[in-house]
């Protein structure tokens, strides 16, 4: 027989290396030759969209077209220590840095401009610098120029907040930010082979802001995935320390076929500390889905399994055990 | 892998010359699929590869007046197209896409499928119960030899020097007959068979059951008849109870036959419900309580229940 | 600040994306370069183990250029926390997998022949797989120092006195298994000089750390090291940890030539760590309104033989056992212990990401017990803007879980229950 | 050695060849075709995926040598002289891509798909790339792009 139940799962995820752990970004924001604008940081772009961000946020600090940002972030030799791209932290503590750094570039940009315009009141305006008070305006190609051929390079680094807490009682500020995610699922469970099937889902993600929101949905889709994989599928399998699923024939992971589709809800909560209000979501976008799953297999079938993955074995075991 | 002849054989012929000439050292290859993890990991140690995958007249389906007969190097998504719409030959189309994934089956043979003589080849347990009929040649000629009576152990099969397996052929459906499939994966695609039956059923005028063939995967050391359920049902009008009672008796032959194995407890249950999806796709119920085989005319077809 | 913003909010097509999906993203299995060498890792097939090598058949091998073992490794140990990882093993292997020796040949088949011709001693050790086990006095030692790694402690008010209080105490035992990241590209990498600089090129997650990691290994000064990080076939916490990054570098620097090496996906299994499996013991009380007032939790978090990020991990555990719920006595007590199983580190999450599957079933058994629907409960606990958690943090802004709750109940009208 | 013929993305290449190599190895270290990859080396994950006389295979299940005489398409041949292909612009635009290591796979079988079925249903695309591992994207903005794709194609049909 094939029943249904639904689930909630809800969590907060403290994001950095947290207690009191130096938990620092450095970025390099440069105005090139061609007036193009260069970001440099060590932080890498795992497949998570830190270098199409922080472009973003780049762009958006300094009031230029992201077009002209570019990220470089491939060599140690030429780029600033930002970091792991873990803890979610890239976005909130390198985006922190790649902001300062911009910010400052921007500074240095209308110094230099209003040397060149004699001007005061000048801002940049989607890559254009325009006195407030005439008509006059600067090319970011011109300020490069007069910088006499070189680069104009500006620092950024940001430290997030993080105290070492206690080692008797453990309080203390460990983590800053908090991101909130939750998940509510629907599944079917075949009660005669103890399958479960992930019948559609909804997550609601708080971001603090979205820098990209369709990233973040992919984010969203993707942490589900995983979530779903450690809540019925995945083990490695250990036998006296030999992991007996090491091959993707054994060890298994979702296929699109075992994906429901997901309504993604943005919550948007700014963060003051975080670059446009923005926090990490990388590892909350997961956290929820498998507890979730676990409360919808309970809600169909009415036994708790407390050992993931709930195998078809398991569950099987479990829905005999309860008729005794 | 230590491969040193390779052949892209044009036709029969000469690829049993070729597996003649070379013996023991040759092996077949068709998609591939099994034995290039086999040659790599060293499961398989060939010298000679002999690929049977472009020899056209193993790639043909033929439906005659009394037989359906497919080529060895026929592959799943090859049976899927050319069954589509043939709701009485559903279990093939379902096993058929049941296997690997698009780009598995794409490859894979259903030549491949009988002769790895996996236990839990998919393709395995519907031809079981279609009882269907290889024609395996080789230099002394051709023979004919039963599926059932091919599979000799867990990865080996009633295949002589030199032989080849070429057609596989099976009595063609008629009305009131219907064969049908079920799967239990892990996971939806990409998905190792843990368990799978297959039926064959034909329900006579009294709508009771005039002959039952039932097969299982993964319950074996290789595809099995299972002879006991099918004893079970026949001659019985299907009801609840009939269908409940041969999958009890199914359980209790797979408590029997895995005694003592860590799979016992789960597969001796889920064997239950796979069982009785099968035979529920078989039957179609109609409106009036009455039912007939799946993809027959005999009755107006009523929703399905699944 | 700014009007409004221009490009923040904007769903900007990544910029990574068209080399992606043309194919031209290069990925460091894509490299080659000429007058290459390759290189492939022997591994302990034994769980605990004294070794001795004997190279004598493998290195006669036509075609081996070198096989690196301790011996040629400066400074033989690196970890992300502890140094407790040998860049190749010095004699005693604490895990399958553990690496022992890094073949250098002229091409992938023959590294490969030579491994396989290494002979390897084992002296079998008495291991432990169990980390409740390996808590034990009497258990075998994993290192030295004794198998529990780390304990964390959370106190918060008294929870004995305020179990007798609750009206309903729901509790279990939760097991989470050790699984893998499974990201799709198997680790690979290439080494080669420039001068004097050794340059490696690997996929990594924190390319300025596998810098020092492997100037610390080489001994030299860390500007003579220099890691260039192509595109990253996905991570999750499985590229943290050195792999073969400090063997390639060394390789390398000993043959002078650019060294290659590429993991097949059953050794990137046994290369990269592990989330970590945790027994979680979870004891929670409410009012009979639902109102959460004590919460207990065990937790053992199984790091395998090495520790990796496991204090990091079972510290993150514990701050998060409570889930985003206010509860006014806590007792949490998580401990991260060796075994000699695989060793785990960070994954998605870093043990955030294993107490949910006990917070957030005990928050629904509760419900249950009280009659109450899952999200009633949620909300009457949920930790707020201004809220303090467990640890005594004051949640200052930007705490938008009840937001978060609402909105997906809309979203999830439950009287669409068995409705196609 | 072997010699082969294949037709790889509209170009013949006659080639000396070991037995024992596969044809994923062939595209790769042969022809230097790097946008194939491979993620598992036993036809699970679909990252090697390529299009052989018009249906979709895993590079690494075929040994070079069964390619002779055959045609092959692999990622690198999707463009043409008008830029990127419909499917390599929706992928863009739907943000399907994330680490894009099991992308080049995923286009091609979502081409197979297309070719035979130009307006699929999203479980049959599902269907379509079930072979295609991915454990970034969860697949759903995949399935987004393709639906995108169909459109794309149907347009440039009309």
Not at chain 3, 299 to 306: C, K, P, S
Request: charged share 25%.
């Amino acid at each position: 027989m094939k029943k249904r139940g639904f689930g909630y799962g809800c969590i907060f995820y403290g994001t950095g290396y947290g207690n009191g752990f130096p938990d620092i970004s450095r970025s390099i924001a440069e105005l090139d030759t061609k007036g193009h604008i260069n970001i440099y940081v060590g932080a890498t772009e795992v497949g998570q969209g830190a270098k199409t961000i922080l472009g973003q946020i780049a762009a958006e600090a300094l009031d230029v077209p992201v077009e002209i940002v570019t990220l470089i972030h491939e060599d140690t030799s030429i780029t600033p220590d930002a970091g792991t791209a873990a803890a979610s932290r890239q976005t909130y503590n390198t985006g922190n840095a790649v902001k300062i750094s911009a910010e400052e570039l921007k500074k240095e940009i209308i110094v230099v401009a209003k040397g060149l315009l004699n001007e005061d009141h000048l801002e940049i305006s989607n890559g254009v610098i325009r006195s407030n008070t005439s008509d006059k305006t600067l090319t970011l190609k011109d300020i490069a120029e007069a910088s006499g051929g070189g680069f104009l390079r500006k620092d950024g680094i940001f430290q997030a907040n993080t105290t070492e807490m206690d080692p008797e009682t453990g309080q203390g500020n460990p983590y800053w930010p908090y991101t909130i995610n939750a998940y509510a699922v629907e599944v079917e469970v075949d009660t005669t082979t103890g399958i479960v099937d992930i019948i559609r889902a909804a997550c609601s993600q708080d971001v603090g802001r979205a820098i990209n929101p369709s990233l973040v949905e992919g984010q969203i889709d993707g942490g589900f995935a995983m979530g779903l994989g450690y809540a019925i599928f995945e083990d490695i399998n250990l036998d006296k320390g030999r992991i007996k699923h090491n091959r993707f024939t054994n060890y298994l992971i979702p296929t699109a076929l075992d994906m429901p589709e997901i309504e993604k809800i943005i919550v948007e909560d700014p963060e003051s500390t975080g670059p446009f209000g923005a926090k990490g979501i990388g590892e909350p976008v997961m956290i929820a889905a498998a507890p979730a799953i676990l409360n919808a297999i309970y809600d169909a079938v009415g036994v708790r399994l407390t050992e993931i993955p709930v195998t078809p074995e398991k569950l099987l075991k479990a829905l005999k055990k309860r008729e005794g | 892998m230590d491969i040193k002849n390779v052949f892209q054989a044009k036709d029969v012929p000469e690829a049993i010359n070729l597996l003649d000439q070379y013996g023991e050292a040759a092996k077949v290859i068709a998609g591939g699929t099994d034995i290039i993890i086999a040659l790599r990991e060293n499961h398989v140690k060939v010298s000679v590869l002999v690929d049977i995958s472009s020899i056209k007249e193993l790639k043909e389906i033929k439906t005659s007046d009394d037989w359906v007969e497919m080529g060895a190097a026929v592959t799943f998504t090859e049976v899927m197209d050319y069954f589509k719409g043939h709701k009485e030959y559903s279990g093939l189309i379902e096993a058929a896409s049941l296997v690997g994934s698009p780009q598995i089956r794409n490859a894979a043979t259903i030549g491949g499928n009988i002769c790895n003589a996996s236990p839990a080849a998919d393709f395995v347990p519907p031809l079981l119960a279609l009882d269907a009929v290889l024609t395996v040649e080789g230099k002394e000629g051709k023979r004919e030899v039963r599926l059932e009576d091919f599979l000799l152990d867990k990865g080996r099969v009633d295949l002589n020097k030199g032989e080849l397996l070429t057609t596989i052929k099976f009595i063609r459906l008629r009305k009131g007959q219907t064969v049908t499939f079920s799967k239990l994966g892990l996971r939806k695609a990409l998905a190792i068979s843990r368990l799978s039956t297959a039926v064959y059923l034909e329900i006579d005028d009294d709508e009771k059951c005039a002959e039952v063939r039932v097969a299982s995967g993964s319950i074996g050391k290789h595809g099995l008849r299972e002879r006991v359920a099918e004893e079970s049902l026949k001659g019985k009008n299907l009801d609840k109870a009939a269908i409940d009672e041969a999958s009890k008796v199914l359980s209790n032959e797979v408590e029997k036959r895995l005694a003592g194995r860590s799979s016992c407890e789960f597969k001796k249950d889920a064997v239950e419900g796979i069982f009785l999806k099968a035979v529920e796709k078989a039957m179609v119920h109609n409106g009036d309580g009455s039912y007939c085989a799946m993809g027959t005319q005999y009755y107006p077809r009523a929703a399905g229940k699944e | 600040m700014k009007k409004n913003l221009e490009v923040v909010g904007k769903s900007v097509i990544r910029v990574d994306g068209f080399s992606k999906v043309t194919g031209k993203a290069t990925y460091s299995q894509d490299l080659t370069m000429d007058n290459m060498l390759w290189g492939k890792t022997l591994r302990s097939t034994k769980p605990h183990a004294n070794i001795k090598l004997n190279l004598t058949k493998a290195e006669v091998i036509p075609g081996v250029v070198r096989i690196l073992t301790y011996k040629d490794v400066p400074h033989n140990h690196h970890g992300v926390v502890f140094k407790d990882h040998e860049v190749l093993s010095s004699g005693r292997v604490r895990s399958i997998g553990t690496p022992i020796a890094f073949v250098v040949a002229e091409t992938e088949k023959i590294a490969v022949e030579a491994m396989k011709a290494i002979e390897v001693e084992y002296q079998e050790l008495e291991a432990v797989f169990d980390p409740v086990e390996a808590m034990k006095e009497d258990a075998p030692k994993v290192h030295e120092n004794g198998n529990l790694l780390y304990h964390y402690k959370l106190r918060l008010g008294d929870v004995d006195a305020a179990f007798k209080e609750c009206a309903v105490i729901v509790e279990n035992q939760y097991k989470t298994s050790m699984v893998d990241h499974a990201f799709l590209q198997p680790e690979a990498g290439i080494a080669y000089l420039e001068e004097d600089m050794v340059v490696v090129c690997a996929a990594t997650q924190y390319p300025h750390f596998d810098q020092l990691e492997i100037a610390e290994a080489l001994e030299v000064p860390t500007e003579k090291v220099k890691v260039l990080n192509p595109a990253v076939g996905g991570a999750f916490g499985g590229r943290e940890d050195i792999t073969m990054q400090i063997h390639l570098a060394l390789a390398s620097k000993l043959t002078g030539r650019p060294v290659k090496t590429v993991y097949s996906r059953e050794e990137s299994f046994v290369a990269h760590s592990k989330r970590h499996p945790m027994i979680m013991s979870y004891k929670t009380g409410a009012d009979k309104n639902g109102k959460l007032i004590a919460m207990e939790a065990k937790i053992v978090g199984d790091t395998g033989a090495y520790a990796s990020w496991a204090i990091n991990v079972l510290r993150k555990a514990g701050v998060h056992a409570t889930g985003p719920y206010e509860i006014p006595n806590v007792k949490v007590d998580s401990y991260a212990v060796y075994t000699n199983n695989p060793f785990a580190g960070a994954m998605r999450g870093f043990g955030a990401t294993q107490t949910p599957i006990g917070h957030e079933q005990q928050m629904d058994m509760l419900a249950e017990k009280l009659n109450m629907n899952p999200l009633e409960i949620r909300f009457l606990n949920a930790l707020k803007k201004g809220s303090k958690t467990a640890t005594g943090q004051i949640l200052e802004e930007s705490f938008p879980l009840k937001e978060c709750l609402e909105v997906l109940e809309k979203a999830f009208k439950k009287d669409a229950k068995g409705v196609e | 050695m072997k010699t082969i013929n294949v037709k790889i993305n509209g170009e013949n290449y006659t080639r000396e060849i070991n037995e024992d190599m596969r044809l994923l190895d062939f595209i790769r270290d042969e022809l230097k075709l790097y946008g194939t990859k491979e993620g598992c080396g036993e036809g699970e994950c679909g990252a090697c995926t390529v299009i052989m006389d018009g249906v979709t295979v895993n590079s690494c299940m075929v040994m070079a040598f069964q390619a002779n005489n055959k045609e092959i398409l692999t990622i690198e041949g999707m463009e043409d002289e008008k830029g990127l292909h419909p499917i390599q612009q929706a992928f863009l635009d739907e943000g399907a891509v994330q680490c894009g290591f099991c992308i080049p796979g995923m286009v091609l079988s979502a081409k197979a798909l297309l070719d035979k079925n130009p307006k699929p249903s999203r479980k049959e695309i599902k269907e379509g790339i079930s072979g295609n591992l991915c454990r970034c994207t969860g697949y759903n903005k995949i399935v987004d792009s393709i639906e995108k794709a169909s459109q794309y194609l149907e347009g440039e049909d009309q």
